[in-house]
C-alpha cells in the first residue's frame, strides 16, 4: 500500500519529493481542510486546524525555535532579537487540543555575535531541510526517528553531507 503525504506549502512539496524519491505520493493542497493523506506536513504554519481532520490524518509541523521557546508566529525574528545564543528548529505533531504538542525532535544552531539576520535564516532553513524528511519519514512508517537518519541522505547536487546546499 502505497503512503500518502499532503502539505500546504510548495517548497517542503518539493523537498519532501526529493528525499521519498517518487516512493511515497506527496501532494499539494490549498484548503487543508480537504485533504486525504496518510501525513500532513506544515511549515510554521499559523491557521487553525479543523478538528474533523486529526481524525484522519497524523499532522506535524516544523518550528523555527526550540520549543516550548518562542511558541508563536514571530519565533524567528523573536529568538534573534531576545539574545539567545542557542536557536534552532522543533518537529512536532499537531495535536487536537494542543497545537505545540508532542516534541519529535530538535536540532540547535548557535547564534554567533556576528550572525546577520539572514544566516540565521539560512541556518534554520538548512537545518530544517536536513531535519524535516527524515522525521517525516519515520512518522509515516511507524518508526523511532534516528538521528543519524538526517547524515545519511545526499542531495541531488552530489555533495556528500547536504545543509541544503541547493547547488
Do not use: W
Not at 511515497?24 to 511549515?43: K, M, P, Q, R
Not at 540565521?120 to 524528511?133: F, Q, R
Amino acid at each position: 500500500m502505497n503512503k500518502k503525504i499532503a502539505t500546504n506549502d510548495m517548497y517542503l512539496k518539493s523537498l519532501m519529493a526529493e528525499y521519498f524519491e517518487n516512493r511515497t505520493e506527496i501532494v499539494l493542497c490549498e484548503n487543508i481542510s480537504e485533504i486525504d493523506a496518510d501525513l500532513l506536513l506544515l511549515n510554521n504554519y499559523s491557521g487553525s486546524v479543523p478538528p474533523e481532520l486529526f481524525e484522519k490524518t497524523e499532522i506535524l509541523n516544523l518550528h523555527p525555535s526550540l520549543l516550548p521557546a518562542f511558541a508563536n508566529k514571530n519565533a524567528l525574528s523573536q529568538a534573534y532579537t531576545s539574545g539567545v545564543k542557542v536557536s534552532g528548529v522543533t518537529v512536532h505533531y499537531v495535536e487536537k487540543n494542543n497545537f505545540y504538542g508532542r516534541i519529535i525532535a530538535q536540532y540547535p544552531i548557535f547564534i554567533d555575535c556576528d550572525m546577520h539576520y539572514n544566516e540565521y535564516v539560512e541556518a534554520l532553513t538548512s537545518i530544517g531541510n536536513k531535519l524535516y524528511p527524515p522525521v517525516a519519514s519515520a512518522v509515516l512508517n511507524d518508526k523511532v526517528f534516528d538521528f543519524s537518519e538526517i547524515f545519511k541522505h545526499k542531495c541531488s547536487a552530489g555533495c556528500s553531507s547536504c545543509s541544503g546546499c541547493k547547488k
